[in-house]
């Protein structure tokens, strides 16, 4: 008999304790890691990179919102993510499905609600808010960039997001096990497939899409 494995990475106790209830009669056999932080996410994943589903809270410790379902993503295809947050509004939903989210659960739903969401995405659907079904992006330049984000290999992906963290090429060099070079070579095809000049050009790029007002 399969195991469930779901990773569930929230900040607060409590809320992970309610996911807990509700994801934990979703089969006969469900095994709960919890995350407190992106970092601990993080490596709950590389841990189990056969888990089923993470629910990621997207206002944690060690994450600046979107960009931690980014660079997941990037990192770990292969793995299921539905987000899970009180910031519900239609754009926040949209911009976490366009960045490759299965799901997207508001913090307001009640267990049950929670509990189809999950099962919805296990089952290879994809979830958002009854009545808030995502609307489709109207802003041109913005379709472009999710397409030309869309380009990026999943190293260059990462490399971007490090980018936006502000950290050195030889920082992500060292974070990423390669070397300096390599990092410049992913510098270089990141600026080409964004058509920007800079990476500080590219950075700003990277925050019209991730960086948005949320709420834990």
Known sequence: MHTLNIIIADDHPLFRGALKQAVGSLAADVSILEAGDFDEARRAVLDNPDA??????????GVSGLSGLMSLRAEFAGVPIVIVS??????TIRRSLELG?????????????IRQGVHAVLEGDIWAPEGQVPVVEED???SE???RLRTLTPQQSRVLTMLGEGLLNKQIAYALGVSEA????????ILLKLNVDSRTQAVIKLSKIIN???VA
Do not use: C, Q, Y
């Not at 009180?86 to 754009?91: I, L, M, Q």
């Open 52 to 61: 089923d589903l993470m629910l990621l809270d997207l206002a944690m410790p």
């Open 86 to 91: 009180a910031s519900d509004d239609p754009a």
């Open 101 to 113: 989210a299965s799901g997207f659960i508001s913090k307001s739903s009640g267990l049950d609600e």
């Open 140 to 142: 041109p330049s913005t």
């Open 145 to 147: 960039l999710l397409e």
């Open 182 to 189: 390599t990092i410049k070579a992913h510098v270089s095809a």
């Open 212 to 214: 948005m007002p949320l």
